[in-house]
């Protein structure tokens, strides 16, 4: 197990360890988020898509956590597929600056699974503490840094039909490293 400091997981230094749970949809559904992400680009938006990096992908967070070892999620997969519903929209708002993400539909199956995530992958300090069951709002994110007009413009763009699909897959980021273990 690795421990470190607090750091937040976007801006993680190298010196600095984030560890983040994600759950990995399935390819139609995953095409349907990139689908959305290219909407924003298409209207100049912020939008997730524009991150090129290999390991970007639609997720949805399960946990963060500034310690974490891989190898205790490894059994968790077991309980994969579980449906994954993409409802409607969810704002994230802090200081004039807004996130936009897709709300996940809970069922009882995702549900479960977080809750072996989060006992798995042990508590979590003040900062994630909003990954913990009973505190976790699922979501997909679809841009960040909007300000008030570019999120009314981004709302405007997008589709946002309801996606029924299911979770596939899980991994762990690790953002200090850059490095993406997969699980399932």
């Known amino acids: 197990m690795v421990k470190v400091r607090n750091a937040d997981v976007r801006n993680a230094r190298e010196d600095e360890r984030v560890f983040s749970v994600e759950l990995i949809p399935d390819a139609a559904t995953d095409a349907a988020v990139r689908a959305e992400w290219g909407r924003l680009i298409e209207a100049g938006l912020p939008s997730a898509g524009r991150h090129e990096g290999e390991s970007n992908r639609p997720h949805v967070t399960l946990a963060v956590r500034e310690a974490l070892d891989p190898a205790a999620l490894a059994p968790?997969?077991?309980?994969?597929?579980?449906?994954?519903?993409?409802?409607?929209?969810?704002?994230?708002?802090?200081?004039?600056?807004?996130?936009?993400?897709?709300?996940?539909?809970?069922?009882?199956?995702?549900?479960?699974?977080?809750?072996?995530?989060?006992?798995?992958?042990?508590?979590?300090?003040?900062?994630?503490?909003?990954?913990?069951?009973?505190?976790?709002?699922?979501?997909?994110?679809?841009?960040?840094?909007?300000?008030?007009?570019?999120?009314?413009?981004?709302?405007?763009?997008?589709?946002?039909?309801?996606?029924?699909?299911?979770?596939?897959?899980?991994?762990?980021?690790?953002?200090?490293?850059?490095?993406?273990?997969t699980l399932r």
């Open 76 to 181: 968790i997969s077991a309980l994969l597929p579980v449906p994954l519903e993409l409802g409607g929209t969810l704002v994230f708002g802090r200081e004039g600056r807004f996130v936009l993400a897709r709300a996940v539909v809970m069922t009882r199956k995702l549900l479960d699974l977080h809750r072996a995530v989060a006992f798995a992958a042990g508590a979590a300090g003040p900062r994630y503490g909003n990954t913990m069951p009973d505190r976790w709002s699922p979501h997909v994110t679809l841009a960040r840094r909007l300000d008030a007009d570019g999120l009314a413009h981004a709302l405007s763009v997008l589709e946002l039909r309801a996606v029924d699909g299911a979770a596939v897959g899980l991994r762990v980021w690790d953002a200090g490293n850059k490095r993406v273990t």
